[in-house]
Each structure stands twice: as C-alpha cells, then as structure tokens.
C-alpha cells in the first residue's frame, strides 16, 4: 500500500546526503503542493511471490488522499485526517480505520506532510541514489524507510 517517494535534486554529484540534510530540501518542494494527482504501480514482494497493484492517487491538502487500485482488485482508500475509510465493492463493504498516533500512517503523508520526529522515532530513515537503469530518473535521490531492527517481526513492512 505504501509506495516509494522520490524527489529530484538535480546535479547530486557526490555520496547521497544524510536524511537530516536533504529533508530540508524535500520539504520546501512538498510544502508546495497544493493538489496532486498521479498514477501508480506497486509491487509487494513475498518468498515467492510478487503482487501488483495499479490505480491512481489523488492527494489534497491538508491530509486527505484518494487512492483507488484498479488491478489486480478494484478497491478505494480514502484517508482524511485520522481516519481511513476502505471501500471494496466486490463485498460492497466500507471498513473504518484510526489512524492517529500511527506512525505507519505518517508514512503515507510523507511526500506532502508529515510529523517527522515521530516517524524517525518509528522508523529507519535514509538517502538513497537510485541506480536502477530500468528506471526513468536515474541519479536521483530517494527516501527509503525502514523499520528498526528490534521492531522488524511486527512492523507493517520491511522497507519503503
């Protein structure tokens, strides 16, 4: 459900910086953003076994995001504030989450708003350049969240 943030910063030359230096930077870039509507691919890996989903996201600020998946299963998320609502129609059913004092939920805001004392509290934090040659933003820079070691058998997942 979570998927992977990335920002350019364009003619990053040297080791990627610290979280602590480049989340300036990302944050005057996110604090822009007003509206934002984008499509998606996540892929979910398990031993075995790789689970995609594609839709798209529409976020508003302050803290509300649609996110509707169309394959492999038709659903909606809807996150306003601390709540999540998570509509699938296959059982025409409407689930209701809190989300508040969620640091996995932050998580979700990160791009557009988030607390991130609490999420560092939460959560391993780093830089990375992405390497990838498949991927279309070579050499940019990218946040990667991971949970910490003690808390990796309950965590909601192992990286983002």
Known sequence: MIAAMAIALMGWTEMPPTFEEFFPEFEKRRDGIE??????????????????????????RPRRLVRRTETPDKTTLLLDGGQAYQYEPEVEQCVI?????????????????????????????????VVDEDAARIGELGILIRPYAEDLETAPFQEV
Do not use: C, K, R, W
Request: glycine share 6%.
């Open 97 to 129: 989450y809190n989300l508040d004092d969620e640091p996995a939920a932050d998580i979700l805001f990160l791009g557009f708003d988030s607390d991130l004392a609490a999420l560092h509290d939460a959560y391993d934090m780093s830089v990375f350049t």
């Open 35 to 60: 509206v934002l509507q984008a499509t998606f691919l996540e892929e979910n890996y398990l031993p075995g076994e790789v689970f995609a989903s594609e839709g798209n996201l529409l976020y508003g």
